[in-house]
C-alpha cells in the first residue's frame, strides 16, 4: 500500500459520510413531500397510476432509502478498515490526529485546536503516523 492509498482509504469514511448527508436531506425532502399530499390524495382516490407525483416520489423514496442501506454497510467497512489503519500507530497523539481528521471529519484547524497544537505540527504528526502506517502494512 501506498500513502496515497492509505489516506484513501483513511478519507474514505469522510467521503461517505458526506454521501450520507445528501442522502438524507433527499430523503428528508420526499418525506415531507409524500406526507403533505398523501391525506389530499387518498382522499380522492383510490387507486394510484404510474403517472401520479405522490407515486413517483414514493418511488424515488425507496431508491433513496436503498441506497443509503447500501452507504451504510460502505461505511461500515470503512471505519474497520479505518481503525485497523490507526491502530497500527503506536503513539497516542498521532492516533489523535488521525481518528479526529478521518474518523470525526474534523478540519485540520479544529484538530489543532483539539489538540492544542499548530496546524504544522498536526500535518507533521499525520505524516509520521502514515509513515508508521506505511511500514508496518508492508
Known amino acids: 500500500m501506498t500513502k496515497a492509498g492509505i489516506k484513501r482509504t483513511l478519507g ?8 450520507l448527508t445528501v442522502i438524507d436531506a433527499r430523503i428528508e425532502r420526499l418525506e415531507s413531500m409524500t406526507q403533505g399530499h398523501a391525506i389530499r390524495y387518498d382522499a380522492i382516490r383510490v387507486q394510484s397510476t404510474p403517472e401520479d407525483p405522490v407515486e413517483k416520489a414514493m418511488e424515488k423514496l425507496y431508491g433513496l432509502l ?17 481503525d485497523a489503519l490507526i491502530d497500527l500507530v503506536e503513539d497516542a497523539k498521532m492516533k489523535q490526529v488521525l481518528c479526529f481528521r478521518y474518523l470525526s ?19 507533521k504528526l499525520h505524516d509520521r503516523a502514515i509513515d508508521e502506517i506505511l511500514k508496518k502494512s508492508q
Open 12 to 19: 474514505r469514511v469522510d467521503e461517505l459520510d458526506r454521501m
Open 105 to 123: 471529519g474534523l478540519s485540520w484547524y479544529a484538530v489543532s485546536k483539539r489538540l492544542g497544537y499548530s496546524e504544522n505540527w498536526v500535518f
Open 66 to 82: 436503498g441506497k443509503r442501506k447500501k452507504l451504510e454497510v460502505a461505511r461500515m467497512t470503512a471505519l474497520e478498515e479505518a
